[in-house]
């Protein structure tokens, strides 16, 4: 039997995508990256929307011809359909059944949190995939979660930010900091250079397994307004160590309450997710609990970190073998549970 070929589409925010899977093999993963939200600070949802549709039939387009394959040859298409911002999920999801009908392929509704965690199955995502049961840290712009992953779909939320995101606060600190959008890999590259331990700032005591971030954003603020009143380049002249502080207490915000599952479940498979994955700290934390506690350690390659649609392609062909595909009158979904 020739090996299952499939077209993902992700639109859920600000990153229009399109890939080819063959078997787990990613042939083609185009992204068009929306730039006009930096100025914003934050992703505009309108000006997103309108960008998806201009961006993505040349996406589509370019993803057939890298990976060297004919919208015929195609088994089916995968979409995401949530969550995220509704007037992009929109463009992603009415282009998925345009074509999916057109071709007469069926069509494969993807969820995107689902998507960032199986990503890990990708052939060449991991040289070995993590075995059932594995915790896996989902750390994006929209959300952090502690997922317990039990099978490929039988996932946990064991626990949740309460407020904020980690993206979300590399983000608005950044925004504070005066720093483009996003500013998360901005801020790892500052605080390459910087002394992580120059400036301490207070973290949250949740007993749980849940995260929260508003208050240290908060706690950056006042002390920024309070430094700058006395000296107005303050942020200039510590910049570098200020994106060093501050990425240091979020990484071991973010680590605390992973270690402590893994450590309650006794789970020693454990993998980062989501484009906060792609955060330099956070992979250097996770490798020495490999060597420290002997943790079996899944990192994404970087493609695969931010939104992209090779996720989806892989988690559509997961679904196709399975026979679970998706009505042509179905709708796009700004919320969608794991
Ligand atoms: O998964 P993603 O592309 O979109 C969402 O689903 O939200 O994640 C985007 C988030 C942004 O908040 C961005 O600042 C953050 O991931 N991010 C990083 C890094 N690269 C991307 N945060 C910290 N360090 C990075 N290197
Ligand atoms: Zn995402």
Same mark, same amino acid.
Not at 20 to 36: D, E, F, M, P
Not at 41 to 54: F, I, K
Not at 147 to 154: E, I, P, Q, S, T
């Given at each position: 039997?020739?090996e299952?070929?499939?077209?993902g ?19 083609? *993963?185009?992204? #068009?990256n929306?730039?006009?939200?930096n ?9 997103a929307?309108? &960008? ?5 039939? /040349? =996406? =589509? ?21 949530? /969550?995220g ?24 509704e ?18 070995? /995939? ?14 952090t979660?502690?997922?317990? =992953? ?14 904020? &995101? ?10 504070i ?17 910087g ?6 700032? *207070? ?16 706690? =950056? ?10 000296? /107005? ?28 599952a893994?450590k309650?479940?006794n789970?020693?498979?454990v #993998? ?8 330099? #700290?956070?992979?250097? #934390? ?26 989806i ?9 399975r ?12 919320k969608?549970?794991?």
């Amino acid at each position: 039997m020739s090996e299952t070929i499939i077209l993902g589409i992700e639109s859920s925010c600000d990153d229009t995508s399109a890939a080819i899977i063959k078997g787990n093999q990613i042939l083609s *993963n185009i992204a #068009a990256n929306q730039t006009i939200h930096n100025e914003y600070g934050g992703v505009v949802p309108e000006l997103a929307s309108r &960008a998806h549709q201009q961006n993505i039939i /040349p =996406v =589509v387009t370019k993803s057939f011809s890298k990976a060297n394959i004919q919208q015929n040859d195609i088994c089916a298409i995968g979409f995401t359909r949530g /969550p995220g911002l509704l007037g992009s999920l929109l463009v992603g999801t009415s282009f998925a059944k345009s074509l999916a009908m057109s071709l007469n392929v069926p069509l494969i509704e993807v969820n995107h949190l689902q998507a960032h965690i199986l990503a890990h199955f990708i052939d060449d995502a991991n040289p070995q /995939p993590p075995k059932f049961p594995f915790l896996c840290l989902t750390v994006s712009g929209g959300h952090t979660m502690i997922v317990l =992953v039990k099978d490929y779909f039988d996932m946990e939320i064991i626990g949740k930010t309460i407020d904020d &995101a980690a993206g979300e606060a590399f983000d608005k600190i950044g925004k504070i900091f005066d720093l483009d959008y996003p500013a998360g890999p901005i801020i790892d590259k500052l605080a390459k250079e910087g002394n992580p331990n120059a400036f301490q700032f *207070n973290k949250p005591k949740l007993d749980n397994y849940d995260y929260s971030f508003s208050g240290i954003k908060t706690s =950056v603020l006042y002390f920024i307004q309070k430094e700058v009143k006395k000296n /107005p380049n303050f942020i200039q002249e510590n910049l570098k160590d200020l994106c060093a502080s501050i990425q240091k207490a979020i990484i071991e915000i973010l680590m605390k309450k992973l270690e402590k599952a893994a450590k309650d479940l006794n789970i020693t498979e454990v #993998a980062i997710a989501g484009g906060v994955s792609a955060n330099s #700290a956070l992979r250097k #934390a996770m490798q020495a609990n490999h060597e420290k506690l002997g943790w079996n350690i899944y990192i994404p390659k970087f493609e695969y970190t931010t939104d992209n649609a090779a996720m989806i392609a892989m988690v559509a062909k997961l679904k196709y073998e399975r026979g679970e595909f998706t009505d042509l009158r179905t709708t796009a979904t700004s919320k969608y549970d794991l």
